[in-house]
Nanobody, 127 residues
Framework: QVQLAESGGGLVQPGGSLRLSCAAS????????MGWYRQAPGKQRELVAT?????????????VYAGSVRGRFTISRDSANNTVYLQMNSLYAEDTAVYYC???????????????WGQGTQVTVSS
């Protein structure tokens, strides 16, 4: 069993910053990719940023960003603690959404990688 625990959402004014955290725990042999997605009301869930591993057991740090957040958001990881962070700066009202942590994890060495999701954390950008 794998759990993803998110934290750091909240209410912030336009132009402000927030930092999201997501820690993976449980049965983990290797983490291939961790990232963040978001879903605004009435819209589909979309990719925000991901960070992938450079080997089978550690985060290598290759990143992907949605065009709308590139230059404002930074994804990083703490490989030793299976944690991924999303530093969000210069937030706009359009960034308001529920942010979901995602991880592609191989629970056992003989298992294929599986996708896991956090419960979501609300980010609201409003004055």
């Amino acid at each position: 069993q794998v759990q993803l625990a998110e934290s750091g959402g909240g209410l912030v004014q336009p132009g402000g910053s927030l930092r999201l955290s997501c820690a993976a725990s449980g049965r983990i042999f290797s983490i291939l990719v961790m990232g963040w997605y978001r879903q605004a009301p009435g819209k589909q869930r979309e990719l925000v940023a991901t960070i992938s591993s450079g080997s089978s057991t550690v985060f290598g740090g290759s990143t992907v960003y949605a065009g709308s957040v590139r230059g404002r958001f930074t994804i990083s990881r703490d490989s030793a603690n299976n944690t991924v962070y999303l530093q969000m700066n210069s937030l706009y009202a359009e960034d308001t959404a529920v942010y979901y942590c995602n991880a592609r994890i191989r629970p056992y060495s003989t298992w294929a990688p599986q996708d896991y999701w956090g419960q979501g954390t609300q980010v609201t950008v409003s004055s």
